[in-house]
Structures are given as structure tokens and as C-alpha cells.
């Protein structure tokens, strides 16, 4: 990844995706949050990362709202991966649904 960005300055490095903007928290401080956003359909996140995946895109990080929250996040991250991009969150880590 480094060599990749040194090599080239000809695509994107990074790229910053909110996949949901819903959140559980509502801390004073945030406004990058809202309690009633549906989260962006999984096939639109796949438009998208296939589009930054074509631009050459480093690294892409997830965010929202709180993206543990996207009921296909998990796929998402599959998505990204198998097109050889790195990827992280920013997550709260507190919202992770009970198993049935």
C-alpha cells in the first residue's frame, strides 16, 4: 500500500464512506448522527466502492452515525476487501446487535 502511494500520485489514497448515519448514542458534542436515516441500500454501497475500487482507492475508512448499525456491514467490509483495499472504522463499538 505504501509503495503503491509513493509510486503513484494518479489515484486515491483515501476515501471516507458513512454507510449509515443512525446512531444509538447522542453525544452533545456530534452532529454526524440522526435517529430516523435509513442506511444506504447495500447495492448503492456497492456502486460506490466498486467506483473508488476502479479510481485505485488505497484505503477506505467507515464511519457514521455508528456503521455497526448497517445490517449488511459485514458484507460491505467483504466488498471492500476483495477488491484489495485496505479498510477501518471509526466505531463506538457499543451497538453490536444481540444474537438470537
Known amino acids: 500500500m505504501?509503495?503503491?502511494g509513493l509510486a503513484s500520485k494518479d489515484h486515491v489514497i483515501l476515501a471516507h464512506i458513512i454507510p449509515t448515519r443512525?446512531?444509538?448514542l447522542s453525544c452533545t458534542?456530534?452532529?454526524e448522527?440522526?435517529?430516523?436515516?435509513?442506511p444506504v441500500p447495500t447495492h448503492v454501497m456497492f456502486q460506490?466502492?466498486?467506483q473508488l475500487a476502479?479510481?485505485?482507492t488505497t484505503i477506505i475508512t467507515i464511519s457514521g452515525g455508528e456503521p455497526?448499525?448497517?445490517p449488511d456491514l459485514d458484507r460491505i467490509v467483504a466488498h471492500?476487501?476483495?477488491r484489495g483495499i485496505a479498510t477501518g472504522s471509526a466505531s463506538l463499538a457499543r451497538s453490536c446487535p444481540e444474537s438470537n
Open 33 to 38: 448522527f440522526d435517529d430516523v436515516s435509513k
Open 80 to 82: 471492500i476487501r476483495r
Open 54 to 56: 476502479a479510481l485505485g
Open 2 to 4: 505504501i509503495a503503491k
Open 22 to 24: 443512525r446512531c444509538n
Open 68 to 70: 455497526l448499525l448497517h
Open 29 to 31: 458534542y456530534c452532529n
Open 48 to 50: 460506490r466502492l466498486d
